[in-house]
């Protein structure tokens, strides 16, 4: 398609194409813009979020005036409301000004076609293709089970909310790109809605009157992610130490973690890192081992950590920690905040707690420029200068917008999405002001718009730990689709899944599927779930840990490859993970796989994400491909690929770079037919 963006004016008539199809059209017949009023409800709990709207007011708007200066288009409506268009060689800003204070429900309708495809949206764990659905952008968190109609999510809502929808995400984003070649972005952190169910429009609805909305376009999905992520920002370069071998997730104090390690390695398993979430402590509570949130080393668990750390790095083993923006009430930091006036407080000045299961916390107010110093340096101070390289920077959609006063005088209600990225930009300056880049890196699981320049890689969050389709093992293979197609390129997920409830219980299977995928991503790290005593544990179980050193060594033996992808994530927004239509746009088969991607651009991966399947149902576009596990060379169309335990259906193609790398791989770990 010829990405030509033109106007058609006439009268009350506004027009504006891409190439030979309307994506924009204002008539009184269809107008493309609504305003209105409404009173939202929003009930939080343990960051669970029941959001309602009653609307008391939409109404379309009707054009009375049009002018044009050179590329500038102002519209003028019945409404005291301006829209201005500025058109450039490959973008279109929609600007809005007025007296518009009375408005505060907003609706932007954009032409469409029953054949066009959306994706993004953040991290949408259920549907890639976006179409058909409407994803209300609201950072929170994801839910247990994510599926109305199954048991784990009615025990999950009946004993707190919990329960989760198709659409509850921790990193939603409030835009999305279009198989017409074009991405929109909405320039607003308020409550909104991308509406993809009508099949001749889209609409995206604010809970405000945005700013503007950036709508820019490319003749093909690789160039338009590159000015995606030129605009949002792209993910700082991670250390390369992370891709020599695991990141082994443990937790007990020393004298449990370092027996496990040392059996672990000495079965054969590269460690890159491990990884102690419980550093500061630990707490037990009804839903499982938690953290004691006071960012400083618990001396009982890990007495002189400095030393255990510099001991680890002798031995080419790095050490991860824990954190998050919240601090408990019982803890050393919570006092010296509190007495510094760092918290975010009620209207009327008074202590404002948020429940996260059983303990309270304070939330620090990364509104003030103060708290967000003081917090970067407690990072600093506690973390880094420990030799600790990197965390999990945990949290951040948990800022409640009930009766809360912000410094900024913001409303919560327009700082709610933006706090992830406000929590990312703390840890980015914590690492950059002591230049530590080359050594250091952290992960979030909460996302807003902004956030992938701060933050270098995204992890998945607490999946359950079962093969549901919405919220196991699958989610992870779309999420990071979807990520990726929202500009955020570099994303993992804990080994094995993480959430235990209501029986669900882990199982060897399910680790041993999780591994093997992981092998072919961006990050191994496992995690012992909430609920480790009766969780299925790999290093419990030789034959595990024998197949998790095979997949680590494959993963540590594809680093060239992987360390490119990284790169060009930085330089270009590329994801790692890719749909297949990144690199095979004219095959229209392509453009709905969710659960197969390209490692990159020269390698394919169907990871087995259903339980007691030893083949694997997958398309090979058109190109040369060989299986890497044979070196047999495989026909483009619909296969069927075996799939045992430890050798998940990977293809790369035959005219890749790398393709002696592949081929190496594949006789030393290979052995297996299509």
């Known amino acids: 398609m010829n990405h030509v963006i033109k106007t058609h004016i006439d009268k009350n008539l506004f027009q504006l194409y891409l190439g030979d199809q309307i994506l924009l059209e204002h008539t009184p017949q269809n107008p493309m813009l609504y305003i209105g009023q409404g009173k939202e409800s929003l009930e939080m709990y343990r960051g669970n979020f029941k959001i309602s709207d009653y609307l008391e007011e939409r109404q379309p708007l009707t054009i009375i005036d049009i002018t044009q200066e050179s590329s500038i288009y102002t519209l003028r409506f019945d409404q005291p409301i301006i829209l201005t268009i500025t058109l450039e060689e490959t973008s279109m800003i929609l600007a809005f000004s007025g007296d518009v204070s009375q408005f505060n429900r907003f609706w932007l309708r954009l032409r469409a076609d029953a054949e066009e495809k959306c994706y993004g949206g953040g991290e949408q764990m259920s549907y890639f293709n976006l179409r058909g659905r409407h994803f209300p952008i609201w950072t929170s968190e994801p839910g247990v089970g994510r599926d109305k109609k199954s048991h784990i999510t009615w025990q999950a809502d009946v004993m707190g909310m919990a329960g989760g929808d198709y659409y509850n995400s921790n990193f939603p984003q409030p835009s999305f790109i279009s198989t017409k070649r074009y991405y929109l972005h909405i320039n607003s952190t308020a409550y909104s809605d991308l509406d993809f169910r009508n099949q001749d429009f889209h609409e995206v609805h604010v809970w405000e009157i945005p700013t ?220 950059s002001e002591r230049n530590k880049w080359d050594e250091i890196f952290y992960f979030m699981r909460a996302g807003g718009s902004g956030v992938q320049g701060y933050c270098p890689m995204l992890w998945a969050g607490d999946q359950s730990v079962d093969f549901s389709l919405h919220d196991g093992i699958a989610t992870v293979i779309t999420g990071a689709l979807s990520a990726g197609m929202s500009g955020f390129g570099i994303s993992h997920s804990d080994i094995g899944g993480y959430t235990s409830l209501f029986e669900n219980i882990r199982t060897k299977e399910l680790y041993l599927r999780w591994v093997e995928m992981s092998a072919f991503s961006a990050l191994m790290r496992t995690h012992e779930g909430n609920r480790p005593d009766t969780n299925f544990q790999f290093y419990d179980d030789e034959e595990s840990i024998l197949i998790t050193a095979r997949m680590v060594k494959i993963y540590r033996d594809l680093k060239p490859y992987i360390r490119q992808l990284i790169e060009d994530n930085s330089t270009k927004g590329l994801p790692v993970q890719r749909p297949l239509f990144l690199h095979y746009a004219h095959d229209a088969n392509t453009y709905d796989l969710q659960y197969q991607y390209l490692l990159g651009s020269d390698m394919i991966v169907a990871p087995v994400y259903l339980s007691q399947h030893y083949r694997v149902d997958l398309y090979l576009p058109e190109d040369e491909w060989i299986h890497l596990w044979s070196g047999t060379e495989m026909t483009t169309g619909y296969i069927s690929c075996q799939a045992p335990i430890g050798y998940p259906a990977v293809f790369y193609r035959k005219a890749s770079p790398l393709a002696s790398l592949f081929a190496n791989i594949g006789k030393e770990y290979g052995g297996i037919a299509p």
């Open 212 to 431: 503007h909305i950036r709508i820019e376009v490319a003749d093909d999905y690789l160039t338009l992610l590159e000015r995606l992520t030129a605009y949002l920002g792209r993910q700082p370069l991670m250390p390369t130490w992370v891709h020599d071998g695991l990141i082994l997730g443990l937790q007990g104090g020393s004298e449990r973690v370092l027996p496990i390690m040392q059996r672990v390695l000495d079965l054969g398993v590269p460690i890159a890192a491990i990884w102690c979430q419980d550093w500061s402590g630990k707490r037990v509570t009804s839903f499982g081992k938690r953290i004691h949130w006071d960012w400083i080393a618990n001396e009982a668990m890990y007495p002189d950590l400095k030393e255990l750390v510099r001991r680890l790095n002798e031995q080419g083993i790095r050490f991860m920690n824990y954190l998050n923006p919240y601090l408990v009430k019982d803890g050393k930091l919570y006092q010296e905040a509190k007495e510094l006036g760092y918290f975010a407080t009620k209207h009327d000045g008074g202590e404002y707690l948020v429940d996260f299961g059983e303990f309270d916390c304070g939330v620090i107010d990364f509104t003030n420029p103060k708290a967000h110093q003081w917090f970067k340096e407690v990072i600093q101070k506690y973390t880094i200068d420990l030799g600790i390289s990197g965390w999990m920077a945990d949290f951040g959609e948990y800022l409640p917008v009930d009766d809360i006063k912000l410094h900024n005088g913001n409303s919560a209600m327009i700082e709610h999405n933006h706090w992830p990225t406000l929590w990312a930009k703390c840890n980015f300056d914590a690492v």
